[in-house]
């Protein structure tokens, strides 16, 4: 009898980060202050483009205080910033709202929470300082979760971070700046 829930924290476990060399990646995180239904969306921040632009990848879903998120592949190329760094902001779209997959602006979407101190990272591989900025050096190739190191003499840096740490939270007058 005890087998059965072994067994299933195990098939629990494995579901949540990376997946065998396919591109997928999935985790669960907090979400803090936001009883309602919503979807989650991440929001790539590509800022060595000329202009900077949000890219759309990625779906997730809430239950309760927690938030899942899953990418099926690795990102687009239009989600990776020049230098083979991709960092994803997450963001709570109302009920059940999406974004179809693209370039967007804040500007055409009403959040309702946002991961201000917490994003997705993923490094292509190879993608070393410079271009890539010297805390890049820090992540493993692929995708991994970040947690925003403020006090930057212009920008604010990225440490990596269990996934499980990742906070979604009411919107942000203070979100971190990394390009």
Known sequence: MRRLPILALALALTACGPGPDDGTFGFAGE??????????????????????????????????????????SDPPVRAVNADGIGIAMMGLLPGLATLPEGETSLDLIRLDGISADHAVVWKRPGATSPPAPTWAAAFPDGFSCAQCVRGGVALDTLQPVDCTFVLLQAPAANQCVYY
């Open 31 to 72: 979400l803090r202050d936001h009883p309602q239904r919503a979807s989650v969306i991440s929001l790539w921040v590509v800022g060595t483009a000329d202009p900077p632009y949000l890219y759309k990848f990625g779906d997730g879903t809430t239950v309760v205080s927690q938030f899942d998120m899953s990418y099926r």
